[in-house]
C-alpha cells in the first residue's frame, strides 16, 4: 500500500494548523492547501499549495501531484460571519464539500475523508444536552450547511462507498492560530487581554453556557475516529463529541485564579441569538461506545494550558 500522505484543507486555520503540526510531529506526510499561506513557524518548511476548495480542477490537480490518500477538509465559512455573507459561506460549505466528496469517490488513492460537523447544526429545540439524534433546526446558514453537509457525507459512503468520518465539534480552543469568526471565539481572544490594562469586553452574556474543547482533544478526535474500523462506525452523519461546557463567567472566574486583576465586562451583539440557540452540552455516548471518544482536558486544564502556551511565546519573541 503507498505512503500515507495527509492533505489538508484550509491548513491555515485554527484547527488546521494544530493538525498540521500535530501530523508532522507525528512524523505523517503533510501537505497543506489554503487561499493564504501558513504563518506558524513549524508549518514554513511543508508542502504548501495555494488552491481554493472552490475550484475543482485545482484540487484534483493538488490531489494528483502530492499522491494524496487522506483529506482533512477544514476550510469552511464560520458561524458569525457566515451570518453577514450568508450566499458566500453557503456557496464555499457546500461547493467544497462536495467537491471534496467527488474527488474520494472518483479518484482511487483518496481512502480516507475527514469533514468537521459542529454543534450549530442543533438549534432551539434540540433540547440543552442535545441527544446524537436529537430534533435539528439549525438557525444559522452555517448551522444549515453543515446539516445538510452530514447528509451529504451519509450518502456518499452509502451510494458511492467514500469513507468519510466526521464529529460535530463544539468552541475550539487553542494557541496557535487566531479564531476564524466564530461564535465561541471570545473564548480564544480572551487570552490576548490578560494585561489587566483595560478589561475584556465580551460579546455573549456572562451567563451564556456553550459546549467548549481544547485543540489537543478536538485532534485528537479526528485522528482518533480515522483509525477506528469502519464496522464500529454505527453513525454515518456525524459523531456528537463533548468535552467541558461553560459559560463566559465561569471561564473568567477560572482566569482570576491565575491572574486576579482580570476583569471583564458584558457587551452581547448578534452572536449571543446565535450562541442562545445552542445546547449547553452533548451526549457523545455513541462516540465513546463505537470508537472510544473519551476527552483529556477540562476547563481547570484548559485554561493552564492556554495561560502556559502565551507564556513561552511572550519570552520567545
Ligand atoms: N473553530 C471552532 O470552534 C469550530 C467548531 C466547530 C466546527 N469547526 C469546523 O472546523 C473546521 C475548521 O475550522 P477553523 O476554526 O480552523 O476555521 P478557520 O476559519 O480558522 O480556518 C479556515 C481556513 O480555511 C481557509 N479557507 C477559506 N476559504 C477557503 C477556500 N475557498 N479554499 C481553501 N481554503 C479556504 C481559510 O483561509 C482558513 O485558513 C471548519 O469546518 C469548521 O466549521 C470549527
Redesign the pocket.
Known sequence: MPQDVHCI?????????ELAVALHNAGERVVL????APSFSALLGLPFEK????DQAALSAAFGTHRVTHVY??????SARGEQEPQWAWD??MK?LLHVLDLAAEMEGIRQVF??????VFGPGSGPVAAQSAYRLPSTV?GIS?NVGEHWCSWYHQHRGVDVRSV??????GTL??????T??YAVEVFDHLDGTAPYTCFLKADEKLPMMHMDDAVAAALHILSAPRVSLRCTEAYNINAMSFAPEELFAEIRRHVPAFQARYAPDFRQNIAAGWPDMLNDDMAREDWGWSPKIGLSGLVRSMINARAVRSVAQ
Open positions: 484543507i484550509g491548513a491555515s486555520g485554527q484547527l488546521g494548523t492547501l489554503d487561499i493564504k488552491v481554493d476548495v472552490r477538509h477544514l476550510a469552511a465559512a464560520l464555499l460549505n467544497g469533514w468537521p460537523s459542529s454543534i450549530a452555517y453543515k460535530r465539534y463544539p468552541g475550539l480552543i492560530a487566531p479564531p476564524g469568526g466564530g465561541t471565539d
